[in-house]
């Protein structure tokens, strides 16, 4: 593990060089430990799939560095840490996006076998980003990874499920998008109204990293 100043007020720690279980175990114990006790000054940190950036109020902490050797150290400590996986939260899906037959032409399947083989792991959500609560969750299976749009659309409707490389998520609100969709899920995995009514504002998101996911197909009539 090592860390990088990453401007004047934030500190960048990258815990593994490649996503994986190992990843994934570290993130979660770094941001456990981060959320167990913060250092002085945090505003908010970002995890990702090899690394976590912790961002600092400058008033209270003017000099990060001065943190990085301590909070190595404290990073280093939590890894040994046991994690036990949390609970399943399952999302429904009706499998008829605009791209599952691109999909299933690419891995060479018929366009019925796209949902068992998306519905069958247990996924991870490795990181939130690009959009609201946008989940970027493996392990997809292989025969399913399918490279981006050539042209992204310029319009993804909120709920789109989508595969994008290796990885799998959910369009959170209307926004531009390359990703091949594949289906679509009323559950609203970005919701600002869910944090006005619970007083945190992580309530607005359904999904957090370290989160494990399981897609439900909804049977067609």
Not at 12 to 17: C, D, S
């Amino acid at each position: 593990m090592n860390w990088v100043a990453y401007g004047p007020r934030a500190l960048l720690f990258r815990f593994a060089e490649c996503a994986s279980d190992a990843a994934f175990h570290r993130s979660r114990a770094i941001a456990a430990e981060l959320e167990k006790l913060p250092p002085p000054g945090l505003v908010e940190f970002t995890t990702a799939f090899t690394t976590v950036l912790l961002e600092f109020n400058p008033q209270i902490t003017p000099r990060p560095t001065v943190l990085a050797p301590q909070l190595l150290a404290r990073f280093q400590a939590a890894l040994v840490t046991e994690m036990f996986p949390g609970s399943i939260k399952e999302i429904p899906v009706s499998y008829d996006g605009e791209d599952v037959g691109r999909v299933a032409a690419a891995a060479r399947v018929n366009i019925g076998d796209i949902g068992e083989l998306h519905s069958r792991p247990v996924y991870k959500v490795y990181m939130l980003g690009f959009s609201p609560g946008f989940p970027y969750m493996g392990d997809l299976d292989p025969r399913l990874h399918t490279p981006r749009l050539a042209s992204p659309r310029t319009k993804v409707r909120p709920g789109s499920v989508a595969i994008g490389g290796e990885h799998t998520g959910i369009y959170t609100v209307e926004s531009a998008g390359g990703w091949n969709i594949i289906g679509h899920t009323s559950v609203k995995i970005f919701d600002p109204t869910r944090a006005a009514a619970d007083g945190r504002d992580k309530a607005m998101f359904f999904l957090s990293p370290g989160d494990r996911v399981k897609f439900v197909p909804i049977k067609m009539r």
